[in-house]
């Protein structure tokens, strides 16, 4: 048994991926009680992230996949890819690497074989908001109170670094050299 991707809620719930036979996502209360949160036909769990409400998001063998609340899954978006037609490695357990949420229903999957973000809406369309530069790729992101973006990325070279979008397109990257501010 292996789990995976733990995450938890506004109000205190984990989460993640239990892989016997079948993969279950779990499911703790704050009351210490676990138990099956959904039961579908996941097939490589990788990433989730939790909304304040309790949604799940996860990437599963390379689709965008939803779990309500109420423990309901459904598939988003599939083949995750910034590229059309998505390439055959899509389903590569590293090629996306971190998922985020914005506050108004989108989400955010680091594509780090690709070296993007994509946005993915509500209705499962896709557009690509980041691009990293040279050897540097996605981990993972989020989004702060002003709604600038922030990427964590990784170079070729073992090294990472942060990089900030601004909501006006301005980038600054922060790395270990860079002097406090």
Same mark, same amino acid.
């Given at each position: 048994?292996? /789990? =995976?991707?733990? !995450? +938890?809620?506004?109000t205190g719930?984990?989460?993640?991926?239990?892989?016997?036979r079948?993969? !279950? &996502?779990?499911?703790?209360?704050?009351?210490?009680? !676990?138990?099956?949160? *959904?039961?579908?036909?996941?097939?490589?769990?990788?990433?989730?992230?939790?909304?304040? /409400?309790?949604?799940?998001?996860? &990437?599963?063998?390379?689709?965008?996949?939803k $779990?309500?609340?109420?423990?309901?899954?459904?598939?988003?978006? *599939?083949?995750?890819?910034?590229? /059309?037609?998505?390439?055959?490695?899509?389903?590569?357990?590293? =090629?996306?690497?971190?998922?985020? #949420?914005?506050?108004?229903?989108? $989400? =955010?999957?680091?594509?780090?074989?690709?070296?993007?973000?994509?946005?993915?809406?509500?209705?499962?369309k896709?557009? $690509?908001? *980041? +691009?990293?530069?040279?050897?540097?790729?996605?981990t993972?992101?989020?989004f702060?109170?002003?709604?600038?973006?922030?990427l964590?990325? =990784?170079?070729?070279?073992?090294?990472?670094?942060? +990089?900030? &979008?601004?909501?006006d397109?301005?980038?600054? $990257?922060? #790395?270990?050299? #860079?002097p406090?501010?």
């Amino acid at each position: 048994m292996n /789990d =995976y991707s733990f !995450v +938890r809620d506004r109000t205190g719930n984990m989460y993640w991926a239990e892989r016997d036979r079948q993969t !279950v &996502i779990k499911k703790r209360s704050p009351d210490g009680r !676990v138990g099956n949160h *959904a039961v579908a036909d996941f097939r490589g769990v990788r990433w989730m992230t939790a909304t304040p /409400d309790g949604t799940l998001f996860l &990437i599963d063998d390379g689709d965008l996949r939803k $779990v309500s609340p109420d423990g309901q899954g459904v598939t988003v978006a *599939a083949k995750l890819s910034g590229r /059309d037609p998505a390439p055959a490695n899509v389903r590569n357990r590293h =090629y996306h690497m971190g998922l985020w #949420t914005d506050g108004k229903g989108s $989400v =955010y999957v680091a594509v780090a074989q690709e070296r993007l973000v994509l946005q993915v809406s509500a209705d499962g369309k896709s557009k $690509v908001v *980041a +691009r990293s530069s040279g050897s540097w790729s996605p981990t993972g992101g989020m989004f702060d109170r002003d709604g600038n973006l922030w990427l964590l990325e =990784y170079g070729s070279a073992n090294a990472v670094r942060a +990089r900030r &979008i601004d909501r006006d397109g301005r980038e600054r $990257v922060f #790395t270990a050299d #860079t002097p406090a501010r």
